[in-house]
T-cell receptor, first 114, second 108 residues
Framework: DTEVTQTPKHLVMGMTNKKSLKCEQH?????MYWYKQKAKKPPELMFV???????INESVPSRFSPECPNSSLLNLHLHALQPEDSALYLC?????????????FGEGSRLTVL | DAKTTQPNSMESNEEEPVHLPCNHS???????IHWYRQLPSQGPEYVIH???SNVNNRMASLAIAEDRKSSTLILHRATLRDAAVYYC?????????FGAGTILRVKS
């Protein structure tokens, strides 16, 4: 199994809602990543988890709250988002914390904030 | 983070080789060079990576300049399915930061 699975594929939420994005991998990878991608732009790194600990936060606003309950699962909790947060949210994983090999990406969760 | 510079877009004919250039003049000695591609409506897909020596895999070849300030991704025979955005990325530690990428169009 070389897949990173993201759910839901599409999410529409209001600015006062609380929702979560979920990412799962069963490749035994020890690093997991959240990226945000706006239309026709490259993916932007948000968070990196290494061995279930948050190792990088790219100055992401606190309305995005990541969580890594175990080595296979990564969540992104969303609260009080703004319409400009509408984007494709990509999850990725890699075998080790250091990026010396391949990152496996999911297909993304497309978020629309009304 | 060290930066990469790529052409905005390139065009190729089907069945012909494609050479996608990337400049990274501020690369450090421990930065790896990665290439990913992204097809429409999909997540990025790993293509190839290297540190100093040229690399080959089933998808492509990576030619790295001797001074490591530039590299070239080589697709040996472009197909219509290779039309995508190709990203050249440097990594050091546990960060992979994408640049703007090159849009590759393949003509039949």
């Amino acid at each position: 199994d070389t897949e990173v699975t993201q759910t839901p594929k599409h999410l529409v939420m209001g600015m006062t809602n609380k929702k979560s994005l979920k990412c799962e991998q069963h490749m035994g990878h020890r690093a997991m990543y959240w990226y945000k991608q706006k239309a026709k732009k490259p993916p932007e790194l948000m968070f990196v988890y290494s061995y279930e600990k948050l190792s990088i936060n790219e100055s992401v606003p606190s309305r995005f709250s990541p969580e890594c309950p175990n080595s296979s699962l990564l969540n992104l909790h969303l609260h009080a988002l703004q319409p400009e947060d509408s984007a494709l949210y990509l999850c990725a994983s890699s075998q080790e914390g250091q990026v010396t090999g391949e990152l496996f990406f999911g297909e993304g969760s497309r978020l629309t904030v009304l | 983070d060290a930066k990469t510079t790529q052409p905005n877009s390139m065009e190729s004919n089907e069945e012909e080789p494609v050479h996608l250039p990337c400049n990274h003049s501020t690369i450090s000695g421990t930065d790896y060079i990665h290439w990913y591609r992204q097809l429409p409506s999909q997540g990025p897909e790993y293509v190839i990576h290297g540190l100093t020596s040229n690399v080959n895999n089933r998808m492509a070849s990576l030619a790295i300049a001797e001074d490591r300030k530039s590299s070239t991704l080589i697709l040996h025979r472009a197909t219509l399915r290779d039309a995508a955005v190709y990203y050249c990325i440097l990594s050091n530690g546990n960060k992979l930061v994408f640049g703007a990428g090159t849009i590759l169009r393949v003509k039949s």
